[in-house]
Nanobody, 132 residues
Framework: QLQLAESGGGTVQPGGSLRLSCAAS????????IIWFRQAPGKERKFITC?????????DYSESVKGRFTVSRESAKNTVFLQMNDLNSEDTGVYYC????????????????????????WGPGTPVTVSS
């Protein structure tokens, strides 16, 4: 059974960078779509980026982070990473990773709704604060 745990959050100044990790256990992360969500204070959880649970590891990004964030997967570590550059105050929030077993023909982009009940696992989240 897939279990996920995020790490790497913290406080950073505007324009800075952070690298978040989503470590998987209990299953091989390569076979799961991994989706990153962010929940800003007082707001709903929103899709940020995702990576397919396929050998090609296709990715998708929200418009708000495209060009600044990069999602990647390191199979040997059974971990998905989120590199976040040029951070601004709107990036503040708790970052969650979630997983969904990859099906034939589907992509991670099919699971960007955080209220979807079919996600197999969620991490507890890691907080990120962007402040001067």
């Amino acid at each position: 059974q897939l279990q996920l745990a995020e790490s790497g959050g913290g406080t950073v100044q505007p324009g800075g960078s952070l690298r978040l990790s989503c470590a998987a256990s209990g299953a091989t992360v390569d076979r799961f779509h991994i989706i990153w969500f962010r929940q800003a204070p007082g707001k709903e959880r929103k899709f940020i980026t995702c990576i397919d649970g396929t050998p090609s590891a296709g990715t998708d990004y929200s418009e708000s982070v495209k060009g600044r964030f990069t999602v990647s997967r390191e199979s040997a570590k059974n971990t998905v990473f989120l590199q976040m550059n040029d951070l601004n105050s709107e990036d503040t929030g708790v970052y969650y990773c979630a997983g969904r077993s990859a099906g034939i023909g589907d992509t991670c982009g099919s699971y960007i709704n955080p209220t979807y009940g079919g996600l197999n696992a969620w991490g507890p989240g890691t907080p990120v604060t962007v402040s001067s």
